[in-house]
T-cell receptor
Framework: SYELTQPPSVTVFPGQTASITCSGE??????ACWYQQKPGQSPVLVIY???RRPSGIPERFSGSISGNTATLTISGTQAMDEADYYC?????????FGGGTKVTVL | QVQLQQSGPGLVKPSQTLSLTCAIS??????????WNWIRQSPSRGLEWLGR?????????DYAVSVKSRIIINSDTSMNQFSLQLNSVTPEDTAVYYC???????????WGQGTMITVSS
């Protein structure tokens, strides 16, 4: 079955840049998207179609794709960005999620 | 403003059927540009997509292989809602269940509030 692989954790200082990768053999063929989830809350879409940002999502969130790896970048990370982040893509009419990355802001 | 409101019991006995409903406001379950999904989340399985229903001149469903033999997703146009039935549940089906919309952007842009479902006798 299709898998998306993320690092379990990323640590960043306030104001610095956090980068979260998501690798999968069909990324690049199929679009990737990213969700932010804080404890006790539903996921929130922060990037879709590899690079697009929904209205209301701060500009410090950006997405990119290179080969089979999608990357979510948080520039000028703030304390409020501490959360779990999940990538997701479609394959053969099935949605697949990555295992999630916990971003800690020290 | 689109909102999804979930309802259903939080406790289900093993071997019985899990049933949840997702009421839609601000959009239509029979929209030609949306699909309506069920997703669950547990510590052991992470986020897991279960299936979807959508209308394109007729109704279509797609289901995850892992639950395909046990799942039914239906729509109710009169109530503007869709539902999840998962049969023959076991404790491994214990999770938070979410409904979510995909508006043809290959992503889930609107989520319900989540329902914690515990499978236990």
């Amino acid at each position: 079955s299709y898998e998306l692989t993320q690092p379990p954790s990323v640590t960043v200082f306030p104001g610095q840049t956090a980068s979260i990768t998501c690798s999968g053999e069909k990324l690049g063929e199929n679009f990737a998207c990213w969700y932010q989830q804080k404890p006790g809350q539903s996921p929130v879409l922060v990037i879709y179609l590899d690079t697009r940002r929904p209205s209301g999502i701060p500009e410090r969130f950006s997405g990119s794709i290179s080969g089979n790896t999608a990357t979510l970048t948080i520039s000028g990370t703030q304390a409020m960005d501490e959360a779990d982040y999940y990538c997701q893509a479609w394959d053969s009419r099935t949605a697949v999620f990555g295992g999630g990355t916990k971003v800690t802001v020290l | 403003q689109v909102q999804l409101q979930q309802s259903g019991p939080g406790l289900v006995k093993p071997s019985q059927t899990l049933s949840l409903t997702c009421a839609i406001s601000g959009d239509s379950v029979s929209s030609y540009s949306a699909a309506w999904n069920w997703i669950r989340q547990s510590p052991s399985r992470g986020l897991e997509w279960l299936g979807r229903t959508y209308y394109r001149s007729k109704w279509y469903n797609d289901y995850a292989v892992s639950v395909k033999s046990r799942i039914i997703i239906n729509s109710d146009t009169s109530m503007n809602q869709f539902s999840l039935q998962l049969n023959s549940v076991t404790p491994e089906d214990t999770a938070v269940y979410y409904c979510a919309r995909d508006r043809e952007i290959d992503a889930f842009d609107i989520w319900g509030q989540g329902t914690m479902i515990t499978v236990s006798s």
